[in-house]
């Protein structure tokens, strides 16, 4: 099996699994926290990401806007820690190690919509945090502030 045909195969098994799990635990614990994407490095990526804790893991959703047309995998999310900024130079790159900041990849269709695509590993707790970001992997493989293409405050819900 060639890895193109493998990567889709996995992807639509979590595409699955968070489809059938995911709005019955979201309606029990509702969203706990936010963050609105804004475009870096004038990519034009904007969106909306969502974290609802669910007691024993936290559950990450989103949508965005700009992405290059028909992608999967090409772009990445990952959280920052808690001295990280949205904004400047540096936005959305991490001031200290941090585990659990992979939360998941996007796919797009042919207009560049995206959706967020949870990983499997356990994500850093809310508070461990402040921003998230859009990462596109083509450039410098996804690392460095030139690879952000979008990147929001997380803001926790009272």
């Not at 475009?39 to 969106?47: F, I, K, L, T």
């Not at 936290?58 to 090409?74: D, H, K, Q």
């Not at 083509?138 to 929001?152: L, R």
Request: charged residues 10%.
């Amino acid at each position: 099996m060639d890895r193109k045909r493998f990567v889709f195969m996995v992807g639509g098994v979590v595409v699955s699994l968070l489809l059938a799990a995911g709005p019955a635990l979201i309606a029990a614990a509702g969203e706990t926290a936010h963050a609105t994407q804004h475009p870096a490095n004038q990519s034009g990526v904007m969106g909306r990401i969502t974290f609802t804790d669910a007691g024993t893991t936290l559950i990450v959703m989103g949508t965005a806007t700009g992405l290059a047309p028909s992608t999967f995998g090409r772009y990445v999310t990952l959280v920052y820690d808690t001295g990280s900024v949205p904004g400047g130079p540096d936005n959305c790159e991490p001031t200290k190690p941090m585990p659990g900041m992979f939360v998941g990849f996007w796919t797009s269709d042919a207009a560049g919509n995206g959706t967020l695509h949870q990983g499997s590993t356990p994500i850093a707790p809310l508070g461990a945090f402040d921003s998230v970001s859009i990462r596109d992997t083509t450039i410098n493989g996804g690392f460095g502030p030139t690879a952000v293409a979008a990147c929001g405050q997380v803001a926790v819900n009272p």
